[in-house]
């Protein structure tokens, strides 16, 4: 009997964990399910994280409102940037009569990564809406968490960045870190942020760099002080390696690629925790430095008084903040590497000089600049400051793009070509089995037209000469390397590489040719359209991390986005 009941137990196990397993996909489903009540949460990449894990654990405790209606709150995260024009896109939609308040597209909280962007939401619906105060002010809106903004180098860079008063001010005409400081090390000053169009943290460093060179707090700055110092803050981009869509991933790829990719990083205190946490052997840890001044990006939750916000949603919201502002929910916060937005909230164990950040750090906090001054700066940056680019676009138009693929391709390389800054040009080159001559492209009338003629030219025929593409791209651009600028080569394909003269192998070995450690670097960006199995991910993977770049994967559905998103890089 003894022995019966032994025998018994594993079995009882294994139905137990079907049940468990079961009543786990049955939570999964009805939270897919849910028809209740639903609050959508649009926040900043920063806080991305925080607030999925923060809604999972709020949803499990089956939330009701007081008049018993249940409800559901769901995280999607955006560059802050992107977020300001979702909302007033949507808000001038509402006045259009084109989309209507009880839309599933609005958000009910918005919480974007500083306050910067959340004085320009203010002031760009008020555009569309005046008078209606639809965005409630800064001081209106809880504080869900922070992180400032901080300088990010290995070691004996951050060392010089200490010792001298203002860092940007050395950015400025500074070559080498021996010029910012005499003990520094030679090296070429490589520097990255986030773009400002798209990123809080690229906008609040844009801003904080013109606070620099012009001596003056943000909130003095007017628009003619952004005419009078472009100078200055052309310099200090033209030392820029590459911009990013996510303060984090470029941080994580600062530690990946080394100093010779970017010796200094504009980025969060949290983005230095998270890449000093994935730290494999052989990688050199990274350390914030905290400039005298500098800005807190604070993360609040702005619940809109607006038409698309129903008194139910409000009352939601308002619970869900609350949640978000427990201290056991602050708790994944400060475990994630951001600053409690409650009084009172321990930091988390990260933050100690073994992920590079000093917990007691003292600065002063800058104020955003008026939303007339920000968008003076936004436009003198994409027209004037930013560093121009020149990017080989390679595009496979091989037989495996037929249906519904070279369409979205299409579509998608007319947008990129529409949208291309006065410092921006392409190179568009079309493979098959032949690969043709590049279309030079820019933002010009001229140059437009040029791009719209090729695209609306691509036909599917042939075979795959993904490699050999590969190659003659990177050799037209080292023939015609545009000078100070960012270079790279952006390669499209759906297909394995099937009638190349040369092999990987030998293609990685060519690619290593390419000065990534030098000012005359090519660094490669790939991606794989459509569906696994149709093309070698793995090879894909190889081509672009042999020089600094990435590899990404897309389909019609998701391939606008990402080449808009891999624009920004550029």
Aim: net charge neutral; aromatic share 8%.
């Amino acid at each position: 009997m003894i022995f019966k009941d032994f025998l018994l137990i594993p079995r009882l196990a294994a139905v137990f964990s079907v049940l468990l397993l079961t009543a786990c996909n049955g939570t999964s489903n009805s939270a897919n399910n849910f028809t209740g009540l639903k609050v959508k949460v649009l926040v900043g990449s920063a806080l991305g994280d925080f607030c999925n894990q923060a809604a999972t654990n709020f949803n499990a405790t089956q939330p009701k409102l007081d008049n018993g209606t249940a409800f559901q709150a769901s995280c999607e995260a955006q560059g802050s940037g992107d977020i300001v024009t979702k909302v007033v896109s949507l808000a001038t939609q509402l006045k259009n009569g084109t989309l209507q308040a009880d839309a599933v597209d609005f958000p009910t909280i918005i919480s974007l990564d500083g306050d910067i962007y959340h004085s320009q939401l203010i002031y760009r619906i008020n555009q569309v809406y005046p008078g209606q105060n639809y965005i409630p002010q800064i001081t209106d809106s809880e504080l869900v968490a922070s992180t400032p903004m901080v300088f990010m180098a290995q070691r004996d860079v951050a060392e010089g960045l200490r010792k001298v008063a203002d860092p940007y001010k050395a950015l400025v005409t500074a070559k080498t870190h021996r010029d910012i400081d005499a003990s520094g090390p030679p090296t070429v000053v490589h520097y990255v942020h986030a773009a400002p169009t798209r990123s809080n943290s690229g906008l609040q460093t844009l801003v904080a760099q013109y606070a620099s060179v012009s001596s003056k707090r943000p909130e003095e700055l007017t628009v003619a002080d952004v005419q009078k110092f472009q100078p200055q803050i052309q310099q200090i981009q033209s030392k820029i390696t590459r911009y990013g869509v996510s303060t984090n991933s470029l941080a994580q790829a600062m530690v990946k690629n080394g100093p010779f990719w970017a010796s200094v990083g504009s980025v969060y205190e949290s983005s230095t925790i998270a890449a000093n946490s994935g730290l494999q052997p052989g990688q050199e840890r990274y350390e914030a430095v905290y400039p005298k001044v500098t800005f807190t990006s604070n993360m609040r939750a702005i619940v809109p008084k607006a038409p698309w916000v129903s008194a139910d949603e409000r009352a939601a919201a308002e619970k869900f903040i609350i949640y978000l502002r427990s201290p056991q929910t602050q708790k994944i916060a400060t475990d994630l590497g951001l600053r409690p937005g409650t009084p009172g909230v321990a930091l988390g164990p990260k933050f100690t000089a073994e992920f590079g950040v000093n917990s007691q750090a003292k600065y002063d906090s800058l104020r955003p600049p008026k939303p007339e001054v920000v968008e003076a700066m936004l436009k003198s940056w994409q027209e004037v400051a930013k560093k121009p680019s020149l990017v080989v676009v390679v595009v496979d138009s091989s037989g495996s793009m037929s249906g519904n693929k070279l369409p979205a391709v299409q579509n998608t390389l007319q947008n990129y070509v529409k949208n291309l800054g006065p410092k921006e040009q392409i190179a568009l080159i079309d493979f098959d089995s032949a690969i043709r001559p590049p279309v030079l492209v820019d933002g010009t009338p001229q140059g437009r037209d040029r791009g719209l003629q090729f695209i609306s030219s691509l036909a599917v025929e042939g075979g795959t000469k993904l490699y050999d593409a590969a190659l003659y791209a990177r050799n037209w651009l080292q023939q015609n390397l545009r000078k100070d600028a960012i270079n790279a080569v952006l390669i499209l394909t759906d297909g394995e590489d099937s009638e190349s003269k040369i092999n990987l192998n030998q293609l990685s070995e060519e690619l290593k040719k390419s000065g990534f450690s030098t000012d005359q670097r090519i660094s490669f960006f790939t991606v794989g359209y459509g569906k696994e199995g149709e093309f070698n991910p793995k090879a894909l993977k190889t081509i672009a991390e042999s020089n600094g770049g990435y590899y990404s994967k897309g389909d019609p559905e998701t391939i606008s986005r990402l080449m808009a998103d891999l624009q920004v890089e550029f």
